[in-house]
């Protein structure tokens, strides 16, 4: 786990408001030596084109016809969901199709979105891993104990992303680089994931550098989730 694999478990497709199929998604991945790849399209939300519950099948067919093609590329199926009520009817979300996926990241957690005690009867019923998706942690739990915060995220099971994209990022630096403090404290008790977050160029899916970096830096290799 994390030195001898390659993570990027954060990507969109056409089924969302990505750029790409499936099968480009994981060529892509063969071709740059990126070992695990997650789909994680939106799901449900109105805040862009996203994947709807219609096409769940023909989405879990895809991912495993990819599969097929590119046995090298361990292929995760997720979806992203908006936790922003408003977007999302967290209520009504399908949890018998959301347990067919291997990951499903949450966005906006915390964050005008909702909290993790708020999503706590949704996660309840949730098997597949579970993960808070680019968080600007350092101002949310501005003021917060590393180690509080930490302890809340491994009580609710929770992986935290290092998400590698553009809008991430605070006066130049990315969310991730800014709260090292708690990565460093999420080390043993957190997994830790990389996501590139692919939307509109296939370079992103194995442009995984600076992520890693971070993570060496930290010590933390063995917490990543693959
Ligand atoms: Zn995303």
New binding site residues.
Partial sequence: MGTDTLINL???TIYSDGDFTIEQLAAAAERSGVTHLAI?D?FETSKVHCLRVNHFNDYLQEIEEARRRHPRVKLLAGV?IDTDPVRCDLETLPVEMLNQLNIV?F?YVDDNGSTLETLAPLLSQLTPLRGL??MDIERIYAGKDPEAVAQRFGDFDMFVEV?T?WPYRRDGAPFYERAADYYRAFHGRVKVSV?A?V?HSLAEVGNLVLPYRFIRRHGLERDLLF
Avoid: K
């Fill in positions: 954060h990507s969109h994680t939106h992203e990241l966005e998706a680019h998400n994209a996501g977050d939307h």
